[in-house]
């Protein structure tokens, strides 16, 4: 089982629409987790970290589940500008960093 | 500030050859950590180091090594190329090392190395 897992997408939505999507995780004893954004061919950019209580920031929203293990993320509104992909990225130990494969979103006009 | 700066950003090798990538952190970051990505897939773990120590390697062959300087920089090397490791690798700088929320990382632009 991989350590991260995450729905590959795309995830196809109009501009103004929410749009969620999950990441699923292996380890148990994991503490950290984040959610990155990666634009084609350029590098991973944090968007947020994600707390046990649930975050926001501006229009994206955070969630941790530790019973199931997983991880949202909730996109309200849509913009154009949000079409990228979605890292899921958890640490397992305290040296490594675990990403997902990534979900891809596609806002569209 | 400058960022995380990695070089090359593109090179092409053939099968067999060396290739030595380099990272420069942030200034004031002492952890550096080096990724694959390829195509299609989330970047890969490969080495970390803070305060010029390995602390942490990931399921890589010894054709990769690496190593960071005093002044916090650090070397990617792979030995022994193959069609295999065409990839982008990045570097990533963090001001230290832990399993902490607000340790984030900051990721360079990466070097695209196409293997023929």
């Known amino acids: 089982r991989k350590e991260v897992e995450q729905d590959p997408g795309p995830f196809n939505v109009p501009e103004g629409a929410t749009v969620a999507f999950n990441c699923t995780y292996s380890?148990?004893?994991?503490?950290?987790f984040f959610w990155y954004r990666q634009d084609c061919r350029k590098e991973p950019k944090l968007l947020m970290s994600v707390y046990s209580s649930g975050n926001e920031d501006g229009r994206f929203t955070a969630q941790l589940n530790r019973a199931s293990q997983y991880i949202s993320l909730l996109i309200r509104d849509s913009k154009l500008s949000d079409s990228a992909t979605y890292l899921c990225?958890?640490?397992?130990?305290?040296?490594?960093?675990?990403f997902g494969a990534g979900t891809t979103v596609t806002v569209r006009a | 500030d400058a960022g995380v700066t990695q070089s090359p950003t593109h090179l092409i090798k053939t099968r067999g050859q060396q290739v030595t990538l380099r990272c420069s952190p942030i200034?004031?970051?002492?952890?550096v950590s080096w990724y694959q990505q390829v195509l299609g897939q989330g970047p890969q773990f490969i080495f970390q180091y803070y305060e010029k120590e390995e602390r942490g390697r990931g399921n890589f062959p010894d054709r990769f090594s690496a190593r960071q300087f005093p002044n916090y920089s650090s070397e990617l090397n792979v030995n022994a190329l193959l069609l295999g490791d065409s990839a982008l690798y990045l570097c990533?700088?963090?001001?230290?090392?832990?399993?902490?929320?607000?340790?984030?990382?900051?990721f360079g632009a990466g070097s695209r190395l196409t293997v023929l």
């Open positions: 200034s004031g970051h002492k952890s």
């Open positions: 990533a700088s963090s001001l230290v090392l832990g399993n902490n929320g607000a340790n984030v990382l900051t």
């Open positions: 380890n148990s004893a994991s503490q950290s």
């Open positions: 990225v958890v640490y397992p130990n305290d040296y490594k960093l675990s």
